[in-house]
């Protein structure tokens, strides 16, 4: 059985992904303004047991929702979605191929 082996950054952009879909740019906005706020949060709580995973983790949702911003205000887009998302299409195509070529090196060992 395969297991589909995926990282960290991978669960999160995916999250934030599916949270984006279909929402206007004044919505995106908005999160990405919230997640810019629990970034700041997490910055405060240095020393603290988990602070820099947690840390990490609020940077790269800050990261998507600026980049998802961007995007949709850029193409004049009404409603975010997945398919009209380079970086969201473009992590769908590269996962199979990468996991393909990983059974291909694994097979030949």
Known sequence: MQVEK?????????????KA??????????ETKNARVR????????GEPGHLKALRHAERKHTD?????YLTT????????PQT????TKGQHQRPRSISTQETQ???Q
């Open 74 to 81: 850029e193409e004049h887009m009404e409603t975010h979605t």
């Open 39 to 46: 970034e700041h949060q997490a910055q405060r709580r240095m």
């Open 65 to 69: 929702g600026r980049r998802i911003g």
């Open 6 to 18: 995926i990282t960290a950054r991978e669960v999160i952009h995916r999250t934030v992904q599916k």
């Open 21 to 30: 879909t279909e929402m206007d740019r004044e919505k995106v906005a908005e």
């Open 85 to 88: 998302d380079p970086e969201a």
């Open 106 to 108: 694994e097979a030949g």
